[in-house]
């Protein structure tokens, strides 16, 4: 879970017990789970009880009776349990790790196997203040069904108190994307390529899986110890059925393909779009820019580098204007000149590292 203290903010648009026990006679004893005693003559008259359940005697046989939950809880049900066996005290919070708009994120270690996960708590009044209840449980559940893939944060815990939500994930060591451009700038070829295809075998998953993911940024990517990536932060994610669109405008704004600036409906080659921006910033330290209003006239304009014939082709196919044009699917990005001969089982095993390639091109950087 990263930080979200950084330049870049995601833009968001968000659509705007009582009852009488009846008794076979009227004489009948009402027991509290506290042992107090109360004589009651008629059912009318019952007592008003303020615990959470009482225990009833009827012809000297007991029933246990559960008030109901509150609307407060039942709201973000069923996506986050109310007994859960794993709770907040549960695990050992460390540190501070980051902050959103609904809480903070933190480091902490689960008491019981003394594993290190990233503990995110938000604030219930803060969602529903922001009409974002729906927003909040769509994280959780594409998380939870989609994070057994190795390139995607998995969420092995989640549960709500009276006013909290609680959301369990990996703790992924590496830091953010981000701070890997900030401190290098620019990346060298071989890990450009190693992490576009990283990121292209988790969105290719998401999308086959009916999920597109709409805020995918260099902050939203963690890598882990031997720097592999792994995408995080589902906030913005939608159910969407592949070949299906939608219309709403969120995201945030550097990594926006052109067809969502424009209020027209999008669908999963948006991801496709960001992946190209990164791409970009990975290759050059800078942003592309689309150049021209509408559609029909608007190109793509690449920073002023030099680029070799395959990088500019993946760019170029990457960052296409037009969405049906666009590069976006594994299998055409496995066919094209900079993946010649690339050996894609050992990126899906993670055989490859990152860190490693890395190291070999700041050496070479030293000794010239």
């Known amino acids: 879970m990263g930080n979200t203290n950084h330049k870049t903010n995601s833009i968001i648009y968000l659509s705007n017990s009582s009852g009488n026990l009846q008794t076979e006679n009227n004489s009948h004893k009402v027991e509290s789970s506290f042992d107090t005693v109360q004589d009651c003559t008629d059912t009318q008259s019952l007592p008003s009880i303020k615990r959470r359940w009482t225990l009833v005697k009827f012809d000297n046989q ?8 509150s609307q407060l809880k039942l709201l973000f049900l069923p996506d986050f349990p109310v007994n859960s066996t ?17 809480g903070k994120v933190y480091r902490a270690i689960h008491l019981d196997t003394k594993t290190t996960f990233a503990l995110k708590v938000l604030s219930k009044s803060q969602i529903i203040q922001e009409d ?34 609680y959301i369990v994930s990996d703790y992924i060591e590496g830091g953010e994307l981000y701070k890997l451009l900030k401190l290098h700038y620019t990346l060298p070829l071989s890990v450009v390529q190693l992490y576009t295809a990283e990121i292209a075998l988790a969105l290719d998953f998401l999308h086959n899986a009916g999920v597109v993911h709409r805020d995918l940024k260099p902050e939203n ?72 209003e509408n559609g029909a006239n608007q190109k793509i304009k690449l920073p002023d580098v030099f ?62």
């Not at 709770?87 to 501070?96: G, N, P, Q, R, V």
């Open 62 to 69: 007991r029933k246990k009776t559960i008030w109901p939950l």
């Open 86 to 102: 794993t709770t907040e005290h549960s695990f050992k919070i460390l540190e501070e790790i980051g902050s959103g708009s609904f």
């Open 132 to 165: 974002a209840v729906k927003q909040v449980k769509t994280e959780v559940h594409i998380q939870r069904v989609c994070g057994h893939h190795a390139f995607i944060v998995s969420c092995p815990y989640h549960w709500q108190s009276r006013t909290l939500l």
């Open 221 to 292: 990517i963690l890598l882990d110890k031997d720097g592999h990536v792994c995408l995080i932060d589902f906030g913005l994610a939608k159910w969407l059925p592949y070949g299906n669109k939608t219309r709403r405008v969120c995201g945030t704004l550097q990594y926006m393909a052109p067809e969502v600036l424009r209020f027209e409906e999008y669908g999963h080659a948006v991801d496709w779009w960001s992946l190209g921006v990164i791409a970009c910033l990975m290759i050059t330290g800078q942003y592309p820019k689309v150049i021209g």
């Open 307 to 368: 680029l070799e014939v395959p990088v500019r082709d993946l760019l170029l196919r990457l960052l296409e204007i037009d969405p049906t044009k666009r590069l976006r699917s594994i299998r055409t990005l496995q066919t094209i000149a900079l993946y010649k001969g690339y050996n894609w089982d050992d990126v899906k095993t993670k055989k490859i590292s990152p860190n490693e390639l890395l190291k070999i091109h700041l050496k070479k950087k030293l000794v010239k």
